[in-house]
């Protein structure tokens, strides 16, 4: 998220930070880099931040939202893009990011931190519609799939090979996190 972020500040994109102690560093970081903020996730405050971020969408603001929510499991894809997309007729555009020298911090996504000076790289998958009548776990899987490409692709040009714990659960039983 870190190099996401820093690669569309000042845009006034509206996210969403949770409720935590955490979320409250989060949104400040955050808001002193331009985003508009609301607050709420999945687990705490969800529908009124949904509510809140389809207004702001109608009226004209771009969103972005990570797709595994404040606690994961990492990489599975929250309703709450879904649902967001279908009720504004907001298009998705996957992002990811990657550092040639990562650090992964002993959090539930593996956080990653760029170290200074590293070559980083903010890649996209191709953006597409949310039809209103559009299967909620077909959009999450094509979701999934385009940030993963996207990722892999990211990882390559940075010439780094995630931790064994990234792995798709496909490969080896365990979660990767999303960018």
């Known amino acids: 998220m870190f190099l996401s972020i820093q690669a569309h500040r000042n845009e006034g994109i509206v996210t969403m930070a949770s409720r935590s102690k955490d979320g409250e560093i989060i949104a400040g970081w955050l808001e002193s880099n331009g985003y508009s903020v609301v607050r709420g996730s999945s687990t705490r405050g969800g529908s009124q931040a949904l509510r ?76 597409f519609p949310v039809p209103r009548d559009a299967d909620e776990a077909g959009v999450a899987a094509r979701i999934s799939a385009a940030i993963d490409e996207a990722t892999e692709e990211a990882d390559r040009r940075t010439r780094i090979t995630p931790p064994d714990v990234w792995t798709k659960p496909s490969e080896s039983g365990k979660n990767r996190p999303g960018g």
């Open 52 to 127: 809140e971020m389809v207004r702001l969408v109608r009226s004209g603001r771009a969103a972005a939202l990570t797709v595994d929510g404040p606690t994961g499991p990492p990489r599975q894809v929250q309703p709450g893009i879904v649902q967001l997309a279908r009720l504004t007729g907001g298009w998705i555009l996957p992002i990811t990011s990657s550092s040639a020298r990562p650090r992964f911090l002993a959090s539930w996504d593996r956080y990653l931190l760029p170290a200074p000076f590293s070559k980083n790289v903010v890649l996209y998958g191709a953006p």
